[in-house]
């Protein structure tokens, strides 16, 4: 790791966590094998064109994304406050299947971040021919890198670069497991597009106030859980889940604009859980949209068992929102109201 290096080349740091944008075919055996970052531009020739300083730093052993944890977001989080000053953008190479999550995660553990972290990943490996690898580490690269005409970063933002968008990172879903357009983010347009140029949306881009400090946080509090509704979901389940020692926080995917089903014991399990201080955040099973929990009846209910709405966030961010700000240590009355206002821009206020 690298410390107060300055020189007047753009400086990115590339994080390889795992995933299958690191592997390349083993001609002997004919194998994926995860490749060895330190020589990168001889898999990626194509590097040496950035008149840039990049710098890896490899995971030891390289994870499948689905054994993302919060301890790695942690290590995450370290790695770039301890290389924080010495390079303008940071770039994440990681599997898509758990993508959301971690971007959705950093972007409430760097608070105050004035500098891009972009998450990226691949649907076939980089050492394939037809491999999406290439184009959206290159482009990441260079997102990572951009700056105005006063060497201010264009998207100081956690991000998802894929399939030619740039994403803001708290806002995307894997959607297809397929496609190379393997991310969406159905409530918030792309930061940016990279056709011939980048078009940047600079209304959408987040800038901190730049008297704030960067204040990076690496605790979570996994006392957290997600439920989906569904037609026949049995109250002892619910009430079982609900009344769990030492749970904290429910992230509860209900239909519609935020309706759940009119049964006593649901309202009865909900206001016993606010009672003993567990947060209820309401979110929406739609993709696309917003809880409005005054719409009908079955959402009034909610509310007034003392649900919070959770809004248009995905259940990635409403998740680990939750492990944050609980990890932050603040109280149950904080982490309630913050769960309806956008900190990071996660949800439409
Ligand atoms: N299972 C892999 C992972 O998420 C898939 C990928 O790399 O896209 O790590």
Not at 287 to 297: C, D, I, K
Request: with cysteine.
């Amino acid at each position: 790791m690298e410390k107060k290096l300055y020189s007047i080349r753009r400086r990115v740091m590339l994080i390889y966590t795992g995933g299958t944008i690191g592997m390349i075919r083993n001609p002997q055996t004919d194998a994926l094998t995860t490749f060895n970052f330190d020589h990168l531009q001889k898999h990626v020739p194509e590097l040496r064109e950035f008149d840039y300083v990049i710098r890896t730093y490899q995971f030891d052993p390289p994870i499948d994304s689905s054994d993302m944890q919060p301890t790695l977001w942690a290590k995450l989080v370290e790695i770039i406050t301890y290389n924080y000053d010495a390079f303008d953008g940071f770039v994440i190479l990681h599997g898509t299947d758990t993508m959301a999550y971690t971007a959705s995660a950093l972007s409430f553990m760097l608070e105050n971040l004035a500098k891009p972290v972009i998450l990226t990943g691949s649907q076939l490996p980089i050492g394939v021919l037809r491999t999406d690898g290439k184009e959206n580490l290159i482009n990441a690269i260079e997102l990572a890198a951009a700056c105005d005409e006063h060497k201010r970063p264009r998207v100081p933002e956690v991000c998802v670069c894929f399939g030619q968008k740039l994403y803001r990172g708290n806002r995307v879903t894997k959607c297809n497991a397929e496609h190379f357009n393997a991310f969406t983010s159905y409530n918030c347009q792309p930061l940016a597009v990279t056709g011939i140029n980048i078009r940047y949306e600079h209304d959408l881009i987040r800038h901190p106030l730049p008297t704030l400090p960067f204040t990076p946080h690496t605790h979570c509090d996994d006392a957290v859980i997600a439920i989906t509704l569904f037609p026949g979901l049995r109250s002892d389940v619910v009430e079982q889940v609900f009344r769990m020692p030492g749970l904290k926080g429910i992230v509860l995917r209900t239909f519609g604009s935020g309706n759940a089903p009119r049964r006593d014991w649901l309202v009865r399990a909900i206001e016993h859980a606010t009672r003993e201080g567990k947060i209820i955040v309401n979110i929406t099973q739609c993709q696309r949209g917003a809880v409005e929990m005054g719409l009908y009846e079955t959402g009034h209910q909610l509310l007034q068992a003392g649900v919070v709405s959770g809004k248009d966030m995905t259940v990635e961010s409403a998740v680990t929102k939750l492990m944050t700000l609980f990890g932050r240590g603040l109280s149950t009355d904080e982490v309630r109201t913050l769960m309806s206002q956008s900190i990071a821009g996660e949800l439409t206020d």
